[in-house]
């Protein structure tokens, strides 16, 4: 069963607003984020061992190197593409901004009712990117990068779990829920391939054991 979340202090009258609405709510669908689906265990690891190993260099990196969160259509940006997809009932203004729905984050289990509780996570992060060879490319393909709807590389999910992974790999850092971790691998192996980007010993060592048991 989801877990669902308030983090605002609430009056007496609005928590017990809350608490009913969030009793409707463990009634309803569950929402869950429906990233591309990766490639399979098999071709993640056949992809994996054609990586090139690579000691990592930060040296220069910027996040505003990637241009991100760009018009997709209409008015509508990719952060709120990303909302729409990912979650359930999502209703938006004539902006496009999500205004409600409920989304369900596969990386920590939680489940959220307001927008403003999560972040669209870059899979394989930005900085990650850099270190690995997209301090090389031209702005257009990392603008490519941050915004690529196709591949599996942009989830919503809770906004503190996304900040807490920072810029880490999966040496350092897998979602808390174990049940998510193959796809979590398989998409990251999938995005560093199709990108042509590097790994570190200890990223390949840490892929290689996560992709053993997919």
Known sequence: MPRFYARRRLSVAAAATALISSVALFNAPTASAALPTPVSGATARSYLASLTVAT??????????????????GSCNTREVVLKRDGTNVQQDSSCAATSGSWYSVYDGATWTAASDLDIDHLVPLAEAWDSGADSWTTSRRQSFANDLTRPQLIAVTDNVNQAKGDQDPATWMPSRTAYRCTY???????????????????KSALTNHLASC
């Open 185 to 203: 691998v398989r998409a990251w192996v999938q995005v560093k391939y199709y990108y042509g980007l590097s790994v570190d010993s200890a990223e």
């Open 56 to 73: 990592e260099d930060r040296t220069g990196y910027d996040r505003d190197l990637f241009p991100h969160w760009i018009t997709q259509s």
